[in-house]
């Protein structure tokens, strides 16, 4: 076994090149599999944790107001184990130096304690001390936005009065893990915050005591939340409630399982098809090598190794091809693992990140590895262990050869001798050229996943902020108002156009399935607010029915011409069956549309509306949000320009960071790809080479060969892979598109360009390597026989 030893360390060193670009796709592959399950873990661990120590509710409850009394009948419910009762309310808070708009949240706490569930996990400072009206505690994302801490102190209009508040302490809270403002899709920490303040206090500003307008419940072990949300839903109706939903449904919550799966998705889909190239070099690799080592193989058996000793060489051989790969990814999984999760605790906020690189994960890294270079190489090795030594001694058979049509044509007198040796020889060894071609296109298949997105994203920011929100800001009212308040509106400085809205809390349903949204009642013919077709053409209101998104409609599936039921969460709480007129194509967000004039007839109520959307003039918004601030109707105000800013940077922050990475690791195994193939076909050529410099070829006519064979198979490569690429980015982009956003599926010349770019480079730069080694080309070893 000496010698096998000493071959494979020479054999490691002549292929030390090829051995390294085949471990660096190993190591994407596991590198990325390390990455991603090292920071889903963290972030699931993270999340669980969170939930259990600080008690997070199973049940959540809106309402109007009911008295304390009725949280008693609700104790009484089979499966309730906690109830917690608490006064909620809007704010508007002035933070000095800043001009822009903020909204708040306030939400009450016992006087000088915890709650009992949903519990603040305190950063810095205390509770509110019992008795004080003044103390509040911040969420923490708003208070490092405004660089607020204990002791310090802002303004806020508290059921239109002005106070002035001090700050306690700063807190994070299971409940707002991903901090949303009502109505927002993105966190935006400078203009939402969330605040708890005693309640006696707050009931005391909203006329709320002895009563509570929010309920959350925690369920006994082994209950579930289906019946107990439809008792509680019966107990609070007459009292104006919203409806309950379960831990599953509350916003914070489902974000986070969004991401996890979007997290999920790519665990699975990218390590597979990094591993899956690198079982497929690996192959290659391998089949060449025994093809080069024929009299090596047939010279070692006739010493007396058996087919166990070579088919452990050739194992061996590729167990530390990617004993390299495993060990370089671990490594670097590890590292980019703690940036991945750093990068999302900037958007989900735990106490603490439970971030640790699992024995099981570096396990199933090097498992997954191991199969897939054991299913790729296993062919290659077994011929090599069956190969008869008196067949290995000879050379391989000579193929039978015939003219081809091209050979045959008035075209082939025109080519030069180094041409038609290049198309020879790939017209006789198809099957060597076919595994060629799919190598290269799959490298840049992957170029393509990893770049499409960049501009898919430019087109989703167009498409909602140019197409569909065309106004400036957003305002709610705080009641459903007559439409006569566009006229005030409209005379606020700086409004140049106004159109109002109404919209109200909704469940959809169709079938066994149900969804949580709002119907946003607009008028038929709109300026400010786009709804758009598949070919981004405006469209009409029609007099009846819903419009869908075209994510909801599937979700639900629900077609066209089709009945959706659906629940209204306020007032009289109807339960109506509506047809589906027809679906929008909006990239953000799953919501419901009609015309106003028909919910508001739907709803049994007269003209009303609850928002409405404002053109303004940039160099007046300052006076205008003071003035706007000034109308106790008004409860919110958004900027949609910093909407649009908060979701461009979410989706460069996650996924353009992951698919820049993708991008990154696809033109490093394009690299490997394209260098390996023109090794080995060096290697395959080398003395053919030699013969044809002893014959009188030029040092150029004999390069040409070998770059313009390299260069043909890369050209053809290039549409394949496209079209490899383009199914793999529809499947991935499929595997991600959440409730959030959804990035559409669009591929421009210009990601084609580039995907053909980047293969031509790693082209460019493997024959540059590759060139070096046929200039030194040493005619006389290279022409020595093997014996």
């Known amino acids: 076994m000496r010698t096998l030893r000493l071959k494979l360390v020479r054999d490691l060193t002549m292929l030390r090149g090829q051995v390294a670009a085949i471990a660096v796709v190993i190591a994407a592959g596991v590198m990325t599999l390390v990455m991603l399950v090292t920071a889903l873990d963290a972030i699931s661990l993270s999340r669980n944790r969170f939930y259990e120590d600080f008690n997070f509710a199973h049940v959540f409850v809106d309402l109007k107001r009911a008295p304390e009394r009725v949280s008693e009948q609700i104790r009484e419910v089979e499966g309730v184990n906690l109830v917690q009762t608490m006064v909620q309310a809007p704010v508007r808070l002035e933070v000095p130096g ?7 949240q306030v939400l009450s706490v016992p006087n000088g304690g915890q709650p009992d569930l949903n519990r603040l996990h305190l950063r810095e400072g205390a509770l509110p001390e019992s008795g004080r009206s003044d103390q509040v505690v911040l969420s923490e994302p708003f208070a490092e ?15 239109g009065r002005l106070k002035t508040l001090s700050v306690s302490g700063v807190a994070l809270s299971p409940e707002f893990i991903y901090q949303l403002g009502p109505g927002d899709l993105l966190p935006d920490y400078e203009r939402f915050g969330v605040l708890w303040m005693n309640r006696r206090a707050l009931a005391a500003s909203f006329d709320m005591d002895g009563a509570f307008n929010r309920l959350v419940l925690s369920l006994q072990s082994g209950a579930s939340a289906g019946p107990v949300m439809d008792a ?19 916003i914070s919550q489902r974000i986070l399982s969004q991401e996890l799966d979007q997290l999920r998705v790519s665990a699975t889909v990218l390590p597979a098809i990094f591993l899956g190239v690198s079982a497929f070099l690996l192959n290659v690799l391998m089949a060449r090598i025994i093809d080069t080592q024929r009299q090596q193989v047939a010279v070692l058996k006739a010493f007396g190794y058996g087919n166990r000793d070579v088919a452990w060489y050739y194992g061996l051989l590729t167990a530390l091809i990617v004993v390299i790969g495993c060990g370089l990814g671990v490594v670097l999984g590890g590292w980019t693992a703690s940036g991945l999760a750093r990068m999302y605790m900037e958007y989900f906020r735990f106490p603490a990140m439970d971030f640790r690189l699992q024995p099981r994960v570096i396990l199933l890294g090097v498992a997954i590895a191991g199969a897939a270079a054991g299913l790729g190489t296993f062919r290659a090795v077994s011929r090599a262990a069956r190969l008869p030594p008196a067949q290995a001694m000879r050379p391989p058979a000579p193929e039978a050869f015939h003219q081809t049509a091209l050979e045959r044509s008035v075209l082939w007198g025109w080519l030069s001798q180094s041409t038609r040796i290049i198309i020879r020889n790939l017209s006789r060894h198809r099957l060597k050229a076919s595994f060629s071609v799919l190598g290269i296109s799959l490298s840049g298949a992957l170029i393509l996943v990893g770049s499409f997105q960049f501009s898919a994203v430019d087109h989703l920011i167009d498409t909602q902020y140019r197409l569909v929100q065309k106004a400036d800001t957003n305002l709610y009212f705080s009641e459903t108002v007559a439409p006569k308040v566009k006229t005030s509106l409209l005379n606020q400085p700086g409004v140049k156009a106004v159109e109002t809205f109404r919209d109200v809390a909704i469940r959809l349903r169709h079938g066994h399935r149900e969804y949580r949204t709002a119907i946003e009642g607009m008028n038929a013919s709109r300026g400010l607010r786009g709804l758009i077709d598949t070919s981004y053409r405006d469209i009409t209101l029609p007099a009846d029915g819903l419009l869908l998104t075209g994510y909801l409609a599937e979700y639900l599936g629900v077609e066209v011409g089709e009945t959706v039921e659906v629940e209204v969460m306020e007032g009289q709480r109807r339960t109506l069956t509506v047809p589906v007129a027809g679906t929008v194509n909006e990239p953000v967000g799953m919501g419901a549309y009609m015309e106003r004039g028909a919910l508001n007839r739907l709803l049994r109520e007269g003209p009303a509306v609850t928002g409405a959307w404002l053109l303004t003039d940039e160099s007046r918004e300052e006076a205008l949000f003071d003035r706007l601030w000034d109308m106790p109707l008004v409860t919110s105000v958004g900027m949609i320009s910093e909407s649009r800013a908060s979701i461009s940077s979410y989706i460069e922050h996650t996924m353009l960071f992951m698919m820049g990475f993708v991008l990154v690791l696809a033109g490093s195994i394009a690299f490997a790809v394209l260098y390996n193939n023109a090794r080995i076909a060096f290697a395959e050529r080398a003395r053919e080479l030699a013969t044809l410099r002893v014959l009188g070829f030029t040092r150029a006519e004999v390069a040409w060969i070998l770059i313009g064979e390299i260069g043909i198979l890369t050209l ?28 559409p599926f ?10 053909a770019a980047g293969v031509l480079l790693a082209a460019i730069l493997s024959l540059l390597f590759v060139a070096r080694r046929l200039y030194r080309l040493n005619m006389i070893d290279a022409l020595k026989t093997a014996e």
């Open 98 to 104: 800043f001009g822009d708009p903020v909204r708040g």
């Open 145 to 159: 936005a405004h660089g607020l801490q204990a002791g310090d102190s802002l303004s806020a209009i508290i059921n």
């Open 232 to 250: 509680v839903d019966g107990i609070l109706a007459p009292y104006g409630g919203l409806g309950a939903y379960n831990r599953e449904d509350q």
């Open 716 to 743: 053809v490569s290039i549409p394949i892979g496209w079209g490899l690429g383009t199914a793999l980015a529809w499947l991935l982009n499929q595997s991600i598109s959440m409730d959030l956003f959804r990035v």
């Open 746 to 755: 669009v591929i421009t010349h210009q990601t084609y360009a580039f995907a």
